[in-house]
T-cell receptor, first 111, second 113 residues
């Protein structure tokens, strides 16, 4: 069974805080991983891919732990504009197979 | 660069009426195409995906259908809408070359009354 589990939140944090989200997935053979961001009433947009060695893009750091089958997203120095729902996404197989989306974690950054 | 279009942006339809939502992609060829639905406060539900013209896979049996009459055109249809069909319908594409990243259209917000 293909499952991606996330804490739905909401996470309410003050500006400048560091916040971390975790996501677990059900298949140890999963091939690729992503974090998407979805603003209210908008389409999801790719935030970053998640690589085995971990990767960083400015204030955002994504890490993959294959042994424990979880992915994390760390946001440092939170901004008001970071308020959104963050979707964890997994490709369980290689080739032309659909991605599986988690239900998302809602983040509210408060002034 | 590639772009994806969806229309209409919003739609209000009575129960029992038909539905046709259209999605087109520009700037790429042989994409994989996807239809998702997101009910209010819920996650993304994959409805259909297509790896080529007239090749449609259905993920969830229901009163919806999909067609791909051209390489970059994906249509979602229903003969008779139900109240439970209300939601945010998103079309997405990827390159079909194993690169995985999906790109979403702006979506259609459907309300069935």
């Amino acid at each position: 069974r293909k499952e991606v589990e996330q804490d739905p939140g909401p996470f309410n944090v003050p500006e400048g805080a560091t916040v971390a989200f975790n996501c677990t997935y059900s298949n140890s053979a999963s091939q690729s991983f992503f974090w998407y961001r979805q603003d209210c009433r908008k389409e999801p947009k790719l935030l970053m891919s998640v690589y085995s060695s971990g990767n960083e893009d400015g204030r955002f750091t994504a890490q993959l732990n294959r042994a424990s089958q979880y992915i994390s997203l760390l946001i440092r120095d939170s901004k008001l504009s970071d308020s959104a729902t963050y979707l964890c996404v997994v490709n369980f197989y290689s080739g032309n197979t659909p991605l599986v989306f988690g239900k998302g974690t809602r983040l509210s950054v408060i002034a | 660069s590639q772009t994806i279009h969806q229309w209409p942006a919003t739609l209000v339809q009575p129960v029992g009426s038909p539905l046709s939502l259209e999605c087109t992609v520009e700037g790429t060829s042989n994409p994989n195409l996807y239809w998702y639905r997101q009910a209010a406060g819920r996650g993304l539900q994959l409805l259909f995906y297509s790896i080529g013209i007239d090749q449609i896979s259905s993920e969830v049996p229901q009163n919806l259908s999909a067609s791909r009459p051209q390489d970059r055109q994906f249509i979602l249809s229903s003969k008779k809408l139900l109240l439970s069909d209300s939601g945010f319908y998103l079309c997405a594409w990827d390159t079909g070359r194993g690169e995985d990243t999906q790109y979403f259209g702006p979506g259609t917000r459907l309300t069935v009354l």
